[in-house]
Nanobody
Framework: QVQLAESGGGLVQAGDSLRLSCAASGRTFSRYALGWFRQAPAKEREFVAMIGGSGRLTRYADSVKGRFTISRDNAKNTVYLQMNSLQPEDTATYYC???????????????WGQGTQVSVSS
């Protein structure tokens, strides 16, 4: 069982940066692949980024590639999402998720946080 708690969201202007954090409980944190997903109002939840258990493997949605960076600190049971050059279209609730598989599909993740709101004004 893993419990996840996101933090770091907020209201920023276009071009600003934010770093999201997701702290996890449990002793087996390093075994899980971790993903960040987001959901904007009236839209489907979409994949943003993911990272493998060791941190060596990462993958990004095309819409954030080059602007967002996912990382993890297994000693702190925490995964991060550094978001640079934020744009209004990045406005959404951001969720972190943990699962056994390195996947862009949200249904492959077993554990989810409550989400943190990111709002970007133009």
């Amino acid at each position: 069982q893993v419990q996840l708690a996101e933090s770091g969201g907020g209201l920023v202007q276009a071009g600003d940066s934010l770093r999201l954090s997701c702290a996890a409980s449990g002793r087996t944190f390093s075994r899980y692949a971790l993903g960040w997903f987001r959901q904007a109002p009236a839209k489907e939840r979409e994949f943003v980024a993911m990272i493998g258990g060791s941190g060596r493997l990462t993958r990004y949605a095309d819409s954030v590639k080059g602007r967002f960076t996912i990382s993890r600190d297994n000693a702190k049971n925490t995964v991060y999402l550094q978001m640079n050059s934020l744009q209004p279209e990045d406005t959404a609730t951001y969720y972190c998720a943990a699962g056994d598989y390195f996947s862009v599909t949200d249904s492959r993740y077993d554990y989810w946080g409550q989400g943190t709101q990111v709002s970007v004004s133009s």
